[in-house]
T-cell receptor, first 110, second 112 residues
């Protein structure tokens, strides 16, 4: 089955800097790649997603890139703010099967 | 407001005492799923349901049961809970499996 690896497990940046979280997947048939943000005491919330027919997608300060050949995708957050501090999960999906990475705890220091 | 509602938010129980965690969604989603979240392991799927009366096992189904008698409800049943089922549980729903999920707020279960 699909295996998703996510790095780093923790990331600390200064407010205003950029943050990048990377994920790799094993199943080349995976075709949907969402990213979730989980704040303390809450459930994960979908923040951006990308499908396999697209290489990049941007929504304000966040962007996701996908390299199908290398089977990796990344989340980029620019101009980070303290409210970006959370745990971020990547996922890879094929049909009914969605697998999550282990998560990245992002801390944005003011 | 579109949402997935789980109850209870917190539950402490004893080994072997049957319990049910309820999950309800108001978005008319066909797909629903249960996950458990453990430190360092991310989210692991327990069971999922493609529609009413259609359920299937995820990666970690042992010790759990589910049912989908109505489209909006997808309860998680632990017939005989054990301490290794202590975890944070999330219910999620989606129009179908190829779209992002809406997650509930979670149920923190402790089995002593």
């Amino acid at each position: 089955g699909e295996n998703v690896e996510q790095h780093p497990s923790t990331l600390s940046v200064q407010e205003g800097d950029s943050a990048v979280i990377k994920c790799t997947y094993s199943d080349s048939a995976s075709n949907y790649f969402p990213w979730y943000k989980q704040e303390l005491g809450k459930g994960p919330q979908l923040i951006i997603d990308i499908r396999s027919n697209v290489g990049e997608k941007k929504d304000q300060r966040i962007a996701v890139t996908l390299n199908k050949t290398a089977k990796h995708f990344s989340l980029h957050i620019t101009e980070t703010q303290p409210e970006d501090s959370a745990v971020y999960f990547c996922a890879a999906s094929k049909g009914n099967d969605m697998r999550f990475g282990a998560g990245t705890r992002l801390t944005v220091k003011p | 407001e579109a949402q997935v509602t789980q109850n209870p938010r917190y539950l402490i129980t004893v080994t072997g005492k049957k319990l049910t965690v309820t999950c309800s969604q108001n978005m008319n989603h066909e797909y629903m799923s249960w996950y458990r979240q453990d430190p360092g392991l991310g989210l692991r799927q327990i069971y999922y349901s493609m529609n009413v009366e259609v359920t299937d096992k995820g990666d970690v189904p042992e010790g759990y049961k589910v049912s989908r008698k109505e489209k909006r409800n997808f309860p998680l049943i632990l017939e005989s809970p054990s301490p290794n089922q202590t975890s944070l549980y999330f219910c999620a729903s989606s129009p179908n499996a190829r779209y992002g999920y809406t997650f509930g707020s979670g149920t923190r279960l402790t089995v002593v």
